[in-house]
């Protein structure tokens, strides 16, 4: 009984161990890399956002950044749009 009990469970605990490595811990990774990106960002950085616009941060506040584009445009956004920050090659 308890050999039968083990032997069907081994093959979901192994599933989860699997599911584990290969999905749930990469992206917790990636979304404390993500976070720490973010809380560094500073006046001058160039950064990309969730809509793909490349802008320039001018005031760094808690929850927003005020951004100029390339044209002049003040922009003020939420700091959960930022996707990236952007490298000149």
């Known amino acids: 009984m308890n050999n039968d009990l083990l032997s069907s469970l081994l093959p979901l605990v192994v ?4 599911f584990y ?3 749930i ?3 917790q990774k990636q979304q404390k890399e ?3 990106m973010i809380d560094e960002l500073t006046k001058g950085d160039k950064i990309v956002t969730n809509g793909g616009l490349i802008v320039e941060i001018t ?5 927003f950044v005020t951004v100029k584009s390339i044209d002049g445009t ?6 959960t749009f930022i996707s990236s920050k952007w490298e000149d090659a």
Not at 15 to 18: E, K, N, P, Q, Y
Not at 74 to 79: G, N
């Open 34 to 36: 993500h976070k720490t």
């Open 25 to 27: 811990r990469p992206q």
């Open 59 to 63: 005031k760094v506040e808690e929850s």
């Open 74 to 79: 003040s922009l003020r956004i939420a700091r």
């Open 15 to 18: 599933l989860f161990a699997i």
């Open 21 to 23: 490595f290969l999905i």
